[in-house]
């Protein structure tokens, strides 16, 4: 079974650059997840999507971060513009379900903002 | 506010001895937990977990150990092998009628097993 996917692996933009972040879960899997994560910190939670539903976004700053899933599956995660304090590892994972508490991570994106 | 902490930020053991790392958590809500372990430059890949109805859960090298009074939980890795060698994050959740909350990790330690 393939693992959680994500692309690009590193990405380096200057500041007020926008810059997006693609994640294809577990097939099967309908939950999905965003995270970040800073340097010496455990991951923090962006965004929770049920199918194509955001269940909840309380974390997302939604001045310059968006996000969508449309069809279910793939999900993108962008941030316009970004600053030099999102420079950071963001992290999909996907679960089967919402209540189903083992998540699976992707690899991560680690963005630098010069 | 820290809801799970990991105090330990590294822990440095021999080859063939045991692991034990650590963690307290302050919402007395939470009922599933779980450790992850990551290796640099990888997402974080799941170890092992327990609900708040057990006190221990077995898998291998890997038991976890939960306290609830004590609002604590232990990871013990016996043997102990050089490959162990990652950063390993405690997590929790709490499920309430809508499902599983999110998870809330702890920044962390750094476990190196020494040959």
């Known amino acids: 079974e393939a693992g959680v996917v994500q692309s690009p692996r590193y990405k380096i933009i200057e500041k007020k650059q926008p810059v997006a972040f693609w994640c294809n879960p577990i097939s099967g899997h309908n939950t999905l997840y965003w995270y970040l994560q800073n340097l010496g910190q455990g991951p923090e939670l962006l965004i929770r999507y049920e199918n194509e539903e955001a269940v909840d976004d309380s974390q997302l700053p939604k001045d310059r971060f968006s996000a969508e899933r449309l069809k279910g599956v793939d999900s993108t995660l962008k941030i316009q513009p970004a600053e030099l304090g999102d420079s950071a590892v963001y992290l999909c994972?996907?679960?089967?379900?919402?209540?189903?508490?083992?998540?699976?991570f992707g690899p991560g994106t680690r963005l630098l903002v010069l | 506010d820290q809801q799970v902490k990991q105090n330990s930020p590294s822990l440095s053991v021999q080859e063939g001895r045991i692991s034990i790392l650590n963690c307290d958590y302050t919402n007395s809500m939470f009922d599933y937990f779980l450790w992850y372990k990551k290796y640099p430059a990888e997402g974080p890949t799941f170890l092992i977990s327990?609900?708040?109805?057990?006190d221990k859960n077995e898998d291998g090298r890997f038991t976890v150990f939960l306290n609830k009074s004590a609002k604590h939980l232990s990871l013990h890795i016996v043997p102990s092998q050089p490959g162990d060698s990652a950063v390993y994050f405690c997590?929790?959740?709490?499920?309430?009628?809508?499902?599983?909350?999110?998870?809330?990790f702890g920044k962390g330690t750094k476990l190196t097993v020494n040959p």
């Open positions: 997590a929790a959740s709490a499920t309430t009628q809508g499902g599983s909350e999110k998870l809330v």
């Open positions: 327990i609900s708040s109805i057990k």
């Open positions: 994972a996907s679960s089967r379900r919402d209540g189903e508490e083992t998540q699976y």
